[in-house]
C-alpha cells in the first residue's frame, strides 16, 4: 500500500527497476500519478521511456521538499548495488558497501 497523507503535502523518493536492470531514482509529491506517467512515457526525454516495463521497487516519505531534495541527491548518487541493498531493507550490506574501501583510507593504516 502507498501511503497517502490528504493534511499534509508530503514527498517521496523512489526507486523504480527498469527492464535492463537498470535503477530510476526520483522525488514527487504525487507517487502514484508520478509512477503512471513513468508506465505511459508521458515524458519521452524522461530515463525510463525507453526502458519499460517498470517496477517501483521503493519508496520513502519525507515530510519537507528541502530534506526530500537532499535525499534524492543522496540516493542517486549511490551505485546500484547500494540502491539494491536499501530496496531489500539490508542495512548492514548498506552499511558495508559505505565504508571506504581505499588501502589509503586511515582504518588501513596499520597494515604494511
Known amino acids: 500500500m502507498i501511503y ?6 508530503v ?21 502514484l500519478k508520478r509512477f503512471e506517467e513513468h508506465c505511459n512515457a508521458v515524458y519521452l ?3 525510463t521511456a525507453n526502458r519499460r516495463p517498470l517496477v517501483l521497487r521503493y519508496y520513502e516519505v519525507i515530510p519537507f521538499l528541502a530534506e ?3 535525499r534524492e ?19 548492514h550490506k548498506l552499511t558495508l558497501l559505505s565504508q ?3 588501502l589509503s583510507h586511515s582504518k588501513f593504516k596499520d597494515i604494511k
Not at 11 to 31: A, K, P, Q, R
Open 11 to 31: 514527498y517521496f523518493v523512489y526507486i523504480i527497476e527498469c527492464n535492463d536492470g537498470s535503477f530510476y531514482t526520483g522525488l514527487t509529491n504525487d507517487l
Open 73 to 91: 541527491k543522496q540516493v542517486k548518487g549511490w551505485s546500484k548495488a547500494k540502491k539494491k541493498a536499501l530496496i531489500e531493507n539490508n542495512f
Open 4 to 9: 497517502k497523507n490528504t493534511n499534509q503535502e
Open 45 to 47: 526525454e524522461c530515463y
Open 68 to 70: 526530500a531534495m537532499q
Open 100 to 102: 571506504c574501501q581505499n
